[in-house]
Each structure stands twice: as structure tokens, then as C-alpha cells.
């Protein structure tokens, strides 16, 4: 029996691969329209806007928040506030999202966007969250704990969220059967394979963390899998999305 094609059988070129990934956006729920433009403008005017989400991730974003019903979303890693905006629609006006942010730079444009199309939902924290995700005491535990800063902080972030979610504590950071989601767990597969002659690599050698990255992502992944806490599902789609399901 032949094999089940995979990601590269089903899009082989770079030109199918975005071909699809235009035609699924356009065939996905729009985002309203100052997002799609606060995102344009990042990447016009921004020397890191790679480090955004794209339209299509947000698409799904807003996608699994709503099906989740998620009203309270804690996002470890804001940049300039795109993926926070994102989650301020998903949840609406009766919904809260706090980001973390380290760049007091970054927090700044952020909150300039907020303020200029309404976010009134959202909140940011400046600081290394490797300190300050512990130091919440949310008065209402999260639905919802979204992670995409440092990859080498993965591990203590599942950590940190675990021990902030014991059951039966007063205080806890994520609900039971809250969500985790976790983007760029495959770093473009070299996290699966990272063989010296996966091509992705050109890619990510000048990255002076690379390595790094990869084993403490290897880590979170494993951990995120095995933890009995937990149900996961780790899917290939973006650059890899990890979620898992708060089961206690
Ligand atoms: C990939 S970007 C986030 C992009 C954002 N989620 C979006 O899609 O619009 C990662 C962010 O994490 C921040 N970051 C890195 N290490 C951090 C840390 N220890 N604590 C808080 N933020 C951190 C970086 O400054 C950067 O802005």
C-alpha cells in the first residue's frame, strides 16, 4: 500500500506551498481590516517582523480561542503587540488579555496600537517573564496560555505554568482543561530532524542560539507529551504549534 503523501509530496514548491497558504487565508474568516494593515505596517516598518505571527496563524488563533471559549488569554511573548491585538478581537470587549513582554521598546509601539484602534482588553507586562509569568496571581486563572518568546525558555515556561496551576491552589495561572498553545515547536523541522543535511539549516546557523533552541525545544515538546497533567497535540502546520489541554 503506497505511503500517505507528506507535507512536501502535498506541496512540493515553494510556489504551490504559498499558492495554498493565499487561497486558505482568503478562504478562512477575514480578520478585520486593521489587522491585516497593523501587520502590513510592522512589516514595512520594522526590522523583525518576522517575529509575527502570520494573517492565517492569526485567522486560526481567533479560530481556536472562540472554540475553546476563551475569555481570559495570557501571552508570553508580545513583540509590538500584533498576536495581543489578535487575541483582544478574539475575546471582545468582555474579555481580558495580559501579555509579557521583555522590550520596553517593544511594549511601547504595542501599547501605542492598542490605544489607537481600542484595545481597551489588553494589558502588557514589561519584564524577563522567566520572573515575572511566575509572580502572577491573576485574580481569575487564564483559558487560554499562548507562549512564543525566547525558544530556550520554553521548558521553564510549561514549569512555571504547572506550578502555577496546581489543583486545588487559591491562585492558579491556567484553568482546568485551559489551553496551552506554543508556536515555532518544529523551528522549520529542524527540531525533528536537525541532521546536518536538513537544507533549514542555512537558514538558522546564524542564529547564535540555534542549538540551543533546538534541544530546549526537543525538551518542552517531550515534556509537553509526557506530563500526565496534560493531553497534547503537536501539529506541523506554521512552524509548528504545540497544544496541549489542562486536564486537572
Ligand atoms: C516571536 S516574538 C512575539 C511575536 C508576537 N507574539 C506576535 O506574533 O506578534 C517574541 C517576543 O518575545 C520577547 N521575549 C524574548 N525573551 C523574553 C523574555 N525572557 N521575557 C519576555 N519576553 C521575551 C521578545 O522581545 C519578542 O518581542
Redesign the pocket.
Known amino acids: 500500500m503506497a505511503n500517505k503523501p507528506t507535507t512536501s509530496d502535498l506541496y512540493p514548491t515553494p510556489k504551490v506551498a504559498a499558492e495554498v497558504t493565499a487561497y486558505s487565508e482568503r478562504n478562512s474568516t477575514s480578520l478585520p481590516k486593521y489587522l491585516v494593515d497593523y501587520h502590513a505596517w510592522v512589516e514595512k516598518s520594522h526590522p523583525?517582523a518576522t517575529?509575527?505571527?502570520s494573517n492565517l496563524q492569526?485567522q486560526s488563533l481567533v479560530f481556536f480561542a472562540r472554540a475553546f471559549g476563551a475569555k481570559r488569554i495570557l501571552?508570553?511573548?508580545?513583540?509590538?503587540?500584533?498576536?495581543?491585538l489578535?487575541w483582544s478581537h478574539a475575546v471582545g470587549q468582555d474579555g481580558k488579555v495580559t501579555g509579557?513582554?521583555?522590550?520596553e521598546d517593544?511594549a511601547k509601539i504595542a501599547r501605542e496600537a492598542f490605544e489607537k484602534h481600542g484595545a481597551k482588553n489588553v494589558e502588557l507586562i514589561v519584564?524577563?517573564?522567566?520572573k515575572?509569568l511566575s509572580a502572577l496571581k491573576p485574580e481569575e486563572p487564564y483559558d487560554l496560555i499562548?507562549i512564543?518568546?525566547?525558544k530556550s525558555?520554553y521548558p521553564a515556561y510549561l514549569r512555571d505554568i504547572l506550578a502555577g496551576s496546581q489543583p486545588g491552589s487559591a491562585t492558579r495561572l491556567l484553568r482546568p482543561g485551559g489551553i496551552i498553545i506554543a508556536?515555532?515547536v518544529l523551528r522549520r523541522g529542524l527540531v525533528a530532524d536537525g541532521s546536518d543535511d536538513n537544507p533549514n539549516w542555512q537558514l538558522q546557523r546564524h542564529v547564535v542560539s540555534a542549538e540551543e533552541d533546538l534541544v530546549a525545544l526537543r525538551e518542552f515538546n517531550a515534556a509537553l507529551a509526557g506530563d500526565e497533567r496534560l493531553e497534547a497535540l503537536l501539529l506541523p502546520v506554521f512552524d509548528g504549534v504545540g497544544f496541549a489541554r489542562l486536564l486537572d
Request: proline residues 0%; charged residues 15%.
Open positions: 523583525h517575529y509575527m505571527v492569526a501571552e508570553i511573548g508580545s513583540y509590538v503587540g500584533y498576536s495581543a489578535v509579557l513582554e521583555f522590550s517593544y519584564g524577563d517573564a522567566l515575572t499562548f512564543d518568546a525566547q525558555g508556536d515555532n
